[in-house]
């Protein structure tokens, strides 16, 4: 199956700047690249997606990036705000798996007022 | 729409005691998953099921079960619970096929003592 891989497991930013995270992926036919933002004690929910036709795709101060080539996909947010802070992940469909996610293991983001 | 609902929020169980963790779904979703997520940890994938009547093994599906018997819910079974078990399950779903989203429900904390 799938095999998605997360770095960095934790990242800390001041207010304002920009952070970072980066995703690789082993199946060259997987088709659909979600990432999900949970809050401490909360359920993960989608942020931004984005399918393998399509390089980036922007939604006001997150972006996601994907290199289908070098199969690796990067979350970025601009603009850091202390909201921002929680755990981010990645996740991959892989071709031949209708429906099912692989999950990346998560980057803890603090962003410092 | 409701969404996706777990029940209980939280439990408590004993050593060698069984439960059943409920979830239900009323936006005509096909696929529908049981993660589980340990302490600062990812989301691992226990079961899952594409459509009622079926359904397959994830990553760690020692010790639970499911079944589906309708569209909407997708009940999740601890038979003779285990200190490992212990952990914050999700249930999620999606409609694949036509947009891949998972959405996922509050979530249910499970102790096992």
């Known amino acids: 199956g799938e095999n998605v891989e997360q770095h960095p497991s934790t990242l800390s930013v001041q207010e304002g700047d920009s952070a970072v995270i980066k995703c690789t992926y082993s199946?060259?036919?997987?088709?659909?690249f979600p990432w999900y933002k949970q809050e401490l004690g909360k359920r993960p929910q989608l942020i931004i997606d984005?399918?393998?036709?399509?390089g980036e795709k922007k939604d006001q101060r997150i972006a996601v990036t994907l290199n289908k080539t070098a199969k690796h996909f990067s979350l970025h947010i601009t603009e850091t705000q202390p909201e921002d802070s929680a755990v981010y992940f990645c996740?991959?469909?892989?071709?031949?798996?209708?429906?099912?996610?692989?999950f990346g293991r998560g980057t803890q983001l603090t962003v410092w007022p | 729409n409701a969404g996706v609902t777990q029940t209980p929020k939280f439990r408590i169980l004993k050593i060698g005691q069984s439960m059943t963790l409920q979830c239900a779904q009323d936006m005509n979703h096909n696929y529908m998953y049981w993660y589980r997520q340990d302490p600062g940890m990812g989301l691992k994938l226990i079961y899952y099921?594409?459509?009622?009547?079926?359904?397959d093994k994830g990553e760690v599906p020692n010790g639970y079960n499911v079944s589906r018997s309708t569209t909407e819910d997708f009940p999740l079974r601890l038979e003779l619970a285990a200190p490992s078990q212990t952990s914050v399950y999700f249930c999620?779903?999606?409609?694949?096929?036509?947009?891949?989203?998972?959405?996922f429900g509050p979530g249910t904390r499970l102790t096992v003592l």
């Open positions: 999620a779903s999606s409609y694949a096929g036509l947009n891949d989203e998972q959405f």
């Open positions: 996740a991959a469909k892989g071709g031949s798996t209708l429906g099912r996610l692989y």
């Open positions: 199946d060259s036919a997987s088709n659909y």
């Open positions: 984005i399918r393998s036709n399509v």
């Open positions: 099921s594409v459509g009622a009547g079926i359904t």
